[in-house]
């Protein structure tokens, strides 16, 4: 088994929006995923989406693009991102999610050995971070304390495979680690996916690689050119 990630599908079927307006790179983007992904990830493959699954605003309008989703090769596990306004409860989201889907948000699954950790995530500011800055940090790292929890009562032995699902940089733009980082290299985490990140300089500035013990890829859908990013360790 192969593990794959993508980040920021953008997905809008049910409301098409035309996403080259922010950058000619985005046309047709759907399919060219689609396509890209179909000739890379098999059957019994694990793709990882960390966040901007979906621009839907209600579970309506998510419906198509989760279709969408269920139909492409592979078992998908979803992570929250700032664009995924559809997503309020994990608990909710379970039932709508077709077969092919998996969910996690300050949780964890287990899957063909592998266990995956996720949570929402929050921004790092570039200077000190403000009252509702840190409110928010706070916040995404009490979330990631509870997933990486419940990481590790899913684990087998320390040498299983642990990838956590981060939509944000869990870098700062100057490469300054967030709180998050200790938790990660203190429960062994294999790997660590995210996005949110759509410019070239924000690309080269992005903390990719191994650092520490923890893998970090950043799998922003442009920044690998709308193609899975093989994550396997």
């Not at 966040?51 to 992570?79: E, I």
Request: proline share 6%; glycine share 6%.
């Amino acid at each position: 088994m192969n593990v794959w990630a993508i980040s920021d599908l953008h997905l809008s079927l049910a409301r098409p929006e035309r996403r080259e307006r922010y950058a000619e790179r985005w046309r047709d983007h759907v399919a060219r995923i689609e396509t890209n992904w179909r000739q890379t990830v098999r059957a019994d493959d694990l793709v990882l989406l960390p966040g901007d699954v979906s621009m839907a605003r209600n579970h309506r309008d998510l419906q198509p693009d989760l279709k969408w989703l269920d139909q492409l090769p592979g078992t998908k596990v979803l992570a929250p991102g700032n664009h995924d306004l559809w997503w309020n409860d994990v608990e909710k989201i379970r039932p709508m999610l077709r077969r092919s889907l998996r969910a996690v948000d300050g949780d964890a699954v287990a899957f063909g050995g592998v266990v995956v950790a996720g949570a929402r995530a929050a921004s790092l500011p570039r200077e000190e971070p403000t009252a509702a800055e840190s409110t928010e940090i706070d916040r995404a790292f009490a979330t990631a304390q509870a997933a990486i929890e419940a990481a590790t009562k899913l684990r087998t032995d320390a040498r299983q495979p642990l990838y956590v699902l981060w939509h944000y940089p869990p870098f700062d733009p100057f490469g300054r680690p967030g709180p998050w980082i200790e938790l990660f290299e203190e429960h062994g985490v294999s790997g660590c996916v995210y996005g949110h990140l759509h410019t070239q300089d924000q690309w080269s500035r992005a903390v990719q690689g191994l650092r520490g013990k923890v893998r970090y890829h950043c799998v922003a859908a442009d920044a690998v050119g709308f193609r899975p990013l093989r994550v396997s360790v």
